[in-house]
């Protein structure tokens, strides 16, 4: 089968695409719910994480650990759900926090300005102006919380596999659309992309357990379970990240190897 992201603004009836697809292929459908666990992880309340998505990115340098952690708690819990297939996501960037995986369908839904205001008028209460004003914040703001994070552009259609503008094409027609190209060869799951999905949650989950240390100088690379994890630390910070990592190996027993390797360049591939 496949797994599908969805990226949308507010109001561009992304969600509505995304649960109507579920609901065709027989797939789970999650967002809210990632949050909703890396929160329990993180021991941030669900609603500071909700407005790290929608505020300026001074906001995640606030957390405990930084925004760098928060990530990690995120895409940890993303990818523990991705290894278990039949999944649309839609929110928080999924088509980089998946990046690499071969099976993934990257869709972005994009709607006119003008139809998305009316649609905040009517939910908000508010005035066309109001309205008009709060959309614009808010793409500033999610442009620049991508562009931050991950140093990509979320209206870069070149990250995508396909971009349907909800304007003459209906919600179901996007819904047509997503499934015919789900159903494609080079999105169905072979035993190859498994493992990848399956390597891939593997570092992710091994990066959110070392969350104390510093995130930014570490790095975590998983290929048929054997584990590599990357660090900029100096020696005795490096001794006290591998005196950390020898319970890891014994409580995922998914690590067929576990080695540290300070001082090297991260590879691109790292979570």
């Known amino acids: ?87 649309v996501y839609h929110g928080l960037a999924g088509h980089l926090l998946l990046k690499g995986v071969p099976h993934v369908l990257k869709v972005r839904i994009i709607a006119d300005l003008e139809a998305r205001v009316a649609a905040e008028m009517k939910r908000e209460n508010l005035t066309q102006s109001q309205a008009r004003a709060l959309l614009i914040k808010d793409d500033a703001e999610r442009r620049k919380w991508t562009q931050s994070l991950y140093g990509a552009d979320p209206w870069d259609a070149s990250l995508y596999d396909l971009v349907i503008h909800i304007n003459q094409l209906t919600v179901d027609d996007a819904v047509d659309f997503i ?23 593997l570092a992710c989950r091994v990066k959110a357990s070392l969350a104390e240390e510093d995130c930014v100088d570490i790095a975590v690379t998983s290929e048929f379970g054997n584990v590599l994890v990357y660090t900029k630390q100096d020696d005795r910070r490096a001794h006290r990240l591998e005196e950390k990592l020898k319970p890891l190996v014994k409580g995922l027993p998914e690590i067929n190897h576990l080695e540290l390797r300070p001082g090297q360049p991260f590879p691109p591939e790292a979570c």
């Open 1 to 87: 089968m496949a797994i599908i992201t969805i990226s949308r603004g507010s109001y561009s009836k992304g969600r509505e695409v995304a649960e109507k697809v579920a609901q065709r292929m027989g797939y789970k459908v999650v967002s809210r719910d990632v949050l909703l666990e890396a929160s329990e992880k993180f021991h941030i309340p669900e609603v500071k994480l909700v407005r790290a998505i929608h505020d300026a990115p001074s906001v995640l340098e606030r957390f405990t650990h930084g925004k760098y952690c928060y990530l990690a708690f995120i895409r940890a819990a993303l990818t523990e759900r991705a290894v278990k297939d039949d999944l």
């Open 179 to 201: 499934v015919q190209a789900a159903g494609r060869e080079c999105f169905k799951t072979t035993a190859d992309a498994q493992r990848k999905i399956q390597d891939l949650a």
